[in-house]
């Protein structure tokens, strides 16, 4: 029962050339870096990667993107990695675009085991009826085109049919985790990971916190042990490294900037 990991080295070493990977995280929100990391010193490639987004430059699966390790990204996101949308317009990387409410849903139905489901989302659209650009050509044509999937109506309303999706791996980040599995999210980050982790056949998961098993309170365990298999447990610097892809910031308020200066007399 205990899933501890003496390193995140050796919970990756599983993964192998042209292995799938549903990768928690959005944005750079709960993004499990070092999983990453170590899958990127382990050398495999030609991954396909379930994620939401693929990070940014230099951050997150951009490290792996930007070391051409990545062949396949299905996600509903590309902003904020220009080299991610510089080698899927190359036509170096094939890419499925979906509704990311849809990428939800087709993560979680494969992680219950339901193998397809029926949604609207989508109709009258190419995600429906086909011919998005999975892959580009070098010269800029559409060298593989997305398919058409079926549509059927329910109670006088058109739906599209989608299928659950299911990884060989996933890579998760949590709050808090027991040596039996158990994980807890904080805020924003509980959006992708808890579905990515139900996805991956192995799933591993970095925990910023590591207790003891019966100390996390049963009703506040967002994920459960049963679909995790391994943990690695991350070191105070590691928990504490977390990057801001937009900081805005704005002038103090005239009365606060009074008090500070009463504060430094």
């Known amino acids: 029962m205990d899933k501890v990991q003496r390193s995140a080295a050796e919970a990756v070493a599983g993964i192998s050339d042209g292995a799938s990977l549903a990768v928690g995280g959005f944005g750079l929100s709960g993004v499990p870096n070092v999983l990453i990391d170590a899958v990127h010193d382990r050398g495999v490639g030609g991954l396909g990667v379930v994620s939401n987004n693929c990070g940014v430059d230099g951050r ?6 930007a070391a051409g390790r990545i062949a396949r990204v299905t996600g509903s996101y590309i902003g904020e990695n ?3 949308a510089r080698q899927y317009l190359g036509g170096e990387l094939e890419v499925e675009l979906v509704p990311q409410g849809t990428l939800a849903e087709r993560l979680r139905a494969g992680g219950c085991g339901i193998p397809a489901f029926f949604t609207p989302a ?10 998005l650009p999975w892959r580009y050509a070098p010269d800029g044509s559409v060298a593989l ?7 059927r109506a329910f ?6 049919l989608e299928h659950g999706i299911t990884t060989d791996f996933a890579l998760v980040r949590a709050a808090r985790g027991d040596r039996h599995g158990n994980l ?3 805020k924003a980050t509980r959006n992708f990971n808890p579905l990515a982790a139900m996805a991956g056949k192995v799933t591993i998961a970095e925990v910023e916190e590591l207790v003891e098993p019966g100390e996390l309170d ?6 459960p042990g049963v679909f995790v298999r ?15 892809e937009h900081r805005t910031t704005s002038a103090a308020p005239a009365h606060a900037t009074a008090r500070e200066a009463v504060r430094q007399r």
């Open 60 to 65: 997150g699966l951009g490290v792996l993107l």
């Open 82 to 84: 220009r080299e991610f």
């Open 122 to 131: 989508g109709v009258g659209t190419q995600v429906a009826e086909g011919g």
């Open 145 to 151: 085109p997305s398919p058409a999937k079926e549509v």
């Open 155 to 160: 109670d006088g309303r058109d739906h599209v």
């Open 184 to 186: 807890v999210f904080n």
């Open 218 to 223: 049963p009703d506040a365990i967002h994920l």
């Open 230 to 244: 391994f943990v690695v447990p991350l070191t105070p610097g590691q928990a504490a490294d977390k990057a801001v």
